[in-house]
């Protein structure tokens, strides 16, 4: 099955700095990467995604880039402000077939401090 | 616009007590998903439905019971409790369409003593 690893575990910004976070994936059918953010008591919130026909996607100050080849992915966060404080998950899946099911990677907790 | 929803969000319970998590969502989602939230393990999918009375195992299905009479509920049910799987329960759906992401509910957290 597909494995997902992610790196950092905690990483610390200061308010402005840009954060990246990077996932690796074993399965070179996996074709649908999406980055999920939780916050404190809530459920993970889906920020971007990307399908593997695209190299890089960006929304305002966020952005994914992926390297099919070398199988990793990757979250860009520029210009942080103290609300992007959160744990941030990368997921990797093929889209068809199986339901799209997720496999996770173990997470990350950025802290922006001021 | 009330989405996904879970309940209790909070659960003490003791072992061997059978207990059932509850997830609703209002979308018409086809899919729907119960996945585990351990430190150290990310999320792991315990059970996922692809419609009423489909439902498949995930990656860690042991002790858990599911099942999916009407579309927009996917109860979880753990038959015997043990401290083993005291943890954050999140629910999620998806449309069956292809391309669509998950959302997911705010978890149960349950604790068993």
């Known amino acids: 099955g597909e494995n997902v690893e992610q790196h950092p575990s905690t990483l610390s910004v200061q308010e402005g700095d840009s954060a990246v976070i990077k996932c690796t994936y074993s399965d070179s059918a996996s074709n649908y990467f999406p980055w999920y953010k939780q916050e404190l008591g809530k459920g993970p919130q889906l920020i971007i995604d990307?399908?593997?026909?695209?190299g890089e996607k960006k929304d305002q100050r966020i952005a994914v880039t992926l390297n099919k080849t070398a199988k990793h992915f990757s979250l860009h966060i520029t210009e942080t402000q103290p609300e992007d404080s959160a744990v941030y998950f990368c997921a990797a899946s093929r889209l068809t077939g199986g339901g799209n099911k997720l496999t996770f990677g173990t997470g990350t907790q950025l802290k922006v401090e001021l | 616009d009330a989405g996904i929803t879970q309940s209790p969000r909070y659960k003490i319970t003791e072992t061997g007590r059978q207990v059932t998590l509850m997830c609703h969502q209002t979308?018409?989602?086809?899919?729907m998903f119960w996945y585990r939230q351990d430190l150290g393990h990310g999320l792991r999918l315990i059970y996922y439905s692809a419609a009423a009375d489909i439902t498949d195992k995930g990656e860690v299905p042991d002790g858990y019971v599911v099942s999916r009479s009407k579309t927009e509920n996917f109860p979880l049910t753990l038959e015997s409790a043990t401290r083993s799987q005291t943890s954050v329960y999140f629910c999620a759906s998806r449309s069956g369409a292809g391309n669509q992401p998950q959302h997911f509910g705010d978890g149960t957290r349950l604790s068993i003593l």
């Open positions: 979308w018409s989602h086809s899919y």
């Open positions: 990307i399908r593997s026909n695209v």
